[in-house]
């Protein structure tokens, strides 16, 4: 007979537990972005819509650094005050970004927009509007160092009085003093050429002088560089300019004080 061992198949063998992935794990290699970040990018990207409140935008100084920005802002009826990013408006709002053309303010977690008001609305609101009574007590307003000078901070910026009753008039004003006495019409604005027949600015002079330029947050001793992008100094050639300027109601100057330079966008109020 024939004989032999059997031997039964080897049993199979069973497969090494794997551990169950770890879920906080996975979160915390941000595989699909950090939540947070997301939320910090996407309000400065939503639309903003107009604000209601009774604000006017007067001047806005704009820095390199975004934080570091600042605008004068008033209520309506009131003088301007210099607000920094973050300071708190009346109205509860705050203020959230400042740009060459509008400032975004924050109110209630939604993003409104404050333009500069066009000339001619200013001009018809003044003729409908009596002078407004002044402030029994000065608001506090904290202000930028960078725009401040002296010992004591300025915080309020008036316009004066004596306002043409339309744009074309203010603008033929100016056209005519120009034409008339250039050197007294710029003394009229409180400015003077840095050097004669050059375009190395306008020095700021006596602001007592210019209510236009005092609005602006600007300081004697400034020297205006540009005006809306196009070097300026030269009275003879910056005449066209002059008079675009005064029909547009606003302008981007560019300012040298001591040895920084920095951006205000003014209307004339």
């Known amino acids: 007979p024939v004989t032999g061992t ?3 198949a080897p049993a199979p063998r069973s497969a090494p537990q794997r551990p169950a992935p770890d879920i906080n794990a996975v979160v915390a290699r941000d ?4 939540a947070a970040a997301v939320a910090e990018e996407t309000p400065t990207d939503t639309p903003t819509v107009q604000t209601r409140l009774p604000l006017e935008l007067l001047a806005v100084f704009v820095a390199d650094q975004p934080d570091q920005s600042a605008a004068i802002i008033s209520q309506r009826g009131r003088p301007g005050l210099l607000y920094g ?10 203020l959230a970004e400042v740009h060459d053309d509008q400032v975004v303010l924050r109110r209630a977690g939604v993003r409104e927009s404050l333009r500069f008001p066009e000339l001619s609305e200013i001009l018809a609101a003044r003729a409908r509007s009596p002078m407004p009574e002044p402030l029994e007590e000065p608001v506090e307003q904290p202000v930028d160092e960078a725009f401040a000078s002296g010992d004591e901070p300025q915080e309020e910026f008036t316009a004066g009085d004596g306002t043409p009753d339309s744009v074309e008039e203010l603008v033929e004003n100016y056209r005519d003093q120009l034409d008339d006495d250039p050197a007294g019409t710029l003394e ?9 027949g050059a375009a190395e600015g306008y020095r700021v002079g006596d602001l007592a002088q210019s209510p236009y330029l005092s609005q602006t947050g600007l300081q004697s001793g400034d020297v205006i560089l540009s005006v809306n992008g196009r070097p ?14 005064l029909a547009q109601g606003s302008a981007r100057l560019e300012v040298q004080r001591g040895t920084r330079r920095f951006f205000v966008t003014a209307t004339l109020q």
């Open 6 to 8: 059997s031997s039964a």
């Open 31 to 34: 595989l699909f972005g950090s």
């Open 85 to 94: 990013i973050g300071d708190d408006l009346p109205g509860g709002a705050s």
């Open 188 to 196: 009229q604005l409180g400015v003077e050429p840095v050097s004669e």
């Open 232 to 245: 300026v100094g030269d009275l003879d050639q910056d005449r066209l300019e002059l008079d675009n300027v």
